[in-house]
């Protein structure tokens, strides 16, 4: 029994001895399956920098490109902008030139309508026998007030023409802010001053004025004509109101 019992033990010594040897050869598998995939990771680290590289050289010979042509898409982008910029200046000049007209138009305007009311009335009321001529004072009104608020309406139009239009695209183009257009930063500070609305009021108060003096003191000579003229003075005041009473424009 006993050599059966050594034989035993040897063979449970090989066994033992051979696990051992398979689970070295396990580690050993283990760590060059490890191995592999790190070098596998610096395989794929590797083809991107490649790919880096070679889009990097791609990027540099399109600059060596444009570079090498002085006369080509660069120069031709700035030349375009330069003349679009060169453009809008004159643009704009051309719209503050039309606005400075607008305004000394309306000058004028006033100033010839305060001198004809003035004539007129100067003429009429003291002799009796053309007190009637003061009919003209309402008409002469509503002309004058009439071209002084289109005057208002072309002045808006301009002005937000070059605030909104001309001037952003100028910053855009000189690549500033459109705060640093005196457009912008006048109508986001000035203050709301109703001219138009003078001008409506003062347009009521002559002509209710004038047609009551005449009402007062020439009805008795010219009922109809007064009936007749003070109607369409007060549909054309009402008409004139209703357009453009709504003065919501900052301006010079």
């Not at 608020?149 to 909104?164: E, I, N």
């Not at 500033?176 to 009521?204: C, H, P």
Request: aromatic share 12%; proline share 2%; with cysteine.
């Amino acid at each position: 029994m006993e050599p059966d019992r050594k034989e035993w033990e040897e063979k449970e010594k090989i066994l033992t001895f051979r696990e051992k040897e398979l689970e070295l050869k396990e580690k050993e598998l283990l760590i060059k399956e490890k191995e592999l995939e790190q070098r596998q990771k610096e395989l794929d680290w590797q083809e991107q920098q490649i790919k880096k590289e070679n889009n990097s050289k791609k990027s540099r010979d399109k600059q060596k490109k444009v570079l090498d042509q002085p006369i080509s898409y660069v120069h031709v982008i700035q030349d375009r902008d330069d003349k679009e910029i060169h453009h809008l200046e004159k643009t704009r000049e051309d719209i503050r030139n039309e606005i400075k007209n607008r305004i000394e138009q309306r000058d004028s305007l006033s100033n010839q309508l305060i001198a004809t009311m003035g004539v007129v009335a100067g003429f009429a009321v003291p002799n009796e026998e053309y007190r009637i001529i003061i009919l003209l004072i309402p008409l002469l009104s509503i002309y004058y007030t009439l071209q002084i608020l289109y005057s208002f309406t072309v002045h808006d139009f301009l002005t937000k023409y070059l605030r909104d239009v001309i001037e952003p695209r100028l910053s855009q183009l000189c690549c500033t802010q459109d705060e640093f257009q005196f457009s912008n930063y006048f109508n986001k500070n000035a203050k709301k001053v109703l001219k138009r609305s003078f001008y409506i009021y003062g347009m009521w108060v002559v002509s209710f004025f004038s047609m009551a003096y005449l009402w007062v003191f020439e009805y008795d000579n010219h009922p109809k004509l007064l009936t007749i003229s003070t109607i369409i003075y007060v549909l054309s005041i009402l008409k004139i109101t209703r357009m453009f009473i709504d003065d919501s424009e900052k301006r010079l």
